[in-house]
């Protein structure tokens, strides 16, 4: 299997960014890592071997980017509106480098994003927000409300960040038709602990007319990454 490394300095975060690359052709997915992950995780969790199959026969290269979650959701020693500041830096990054990255390295023009808890979040925020550039998202046990992490802080920047929220006012007809056009899967399975965000989602999507899959997995499981990996096979197509 064909392994990259790579790393620039990211004008959009002002700081290296290291992801790496699984393969050289086949259609591109992009992976958001988890909460707590980086983008060496779905490596470490042997979800590349997992997908080894569809890698070697050049049915799809994976792209692992990292995380500045840490800096951003998740970091407690700033306030909430600083937080958010570095996430619109983090979609900057996405969207005006890593995504024309994988464009241009790529032959096949259709985009996967996928992702676990946090990173199924982010996969599904870019695609709502720039659905033009995301053709597919897989996410797994998501969670699709970010007001948690903000400590009771609210203003348009959590509105616009929070699927939650802004999707069931969204009515521009243009924008709702693209989105119409984003193969969408919420993925969940029987004990997940945010199988009601993927619900709630499901029930969001479904009151704008967008049509997706929402799909539980019946296993019950102590180590959701045990279903991960069956779970991306059976909707990778």
């Known amino acids: 299997m064909e392994r990259t490394y790579k790393k620039w300095k990211s004008p959009s975060l002002g700081k290296e960014m290291e992801l790496l690359v699984f393969g050289d052709k ?59 500041s570095r996430q619109k830096q983090y979609e900057d990054y996405i969207v005006d480098e890593v995504i024309p990255f994988i464009k241009k390295q790529s032959s096949d023009d259709f985009l996967l994003a996928t992702g676990v808890n946090l990173g199924a979040y982010f996969a599904l925020l870019y695609a709502l927000k720039k659905p033009q550039k995301i053709d597919k998202v897989i996410g797994v046990s998501g969670t699709y409300d970010i007001k948690p992490y903000l400590d009771g802080f609210y203003d ?25 056009k984003v193969d969408i899967r919420l993925l969940t399975y029987g004990n997940d602990p945010q199988k009601q965000h993927s619900e709630r989602m499901s029930d969001t999507l479904w009151l704008k007319n967008l049509e997706h899959n929402f799909y539980v997995w019946d296993e019950r499981v102590s180590d959701p990454w045990e279903v991960v990996s069956p779970m991306l096979k059976e909707h990778l197509f």
């Open 26 to 84: 086949g259609t591109p997915i992009l992976v958001f890592p988890s909460e707590e992950g980086r983008f060496f995780e779905w490596e470490d969790a042997g979800l590349i071997d997992d997908l080894s199959e569809q890698i070697n026969e050049g049915y799809n290269q994976i792209i692992c980017v990292d995380s500045v979650a840490h800096e951003g959701l998740l970091n407690k020693s700033v306030e909430p509106y600083v937080r958010l």
């Open 156 to 180: 348009d920047n959590v509105y616009y960040n929070n699927p939650i929220d802004f999707l069931p006012n969204l009515n521009e007809k243009k924008i709702l038709k693209e989105i119409s």
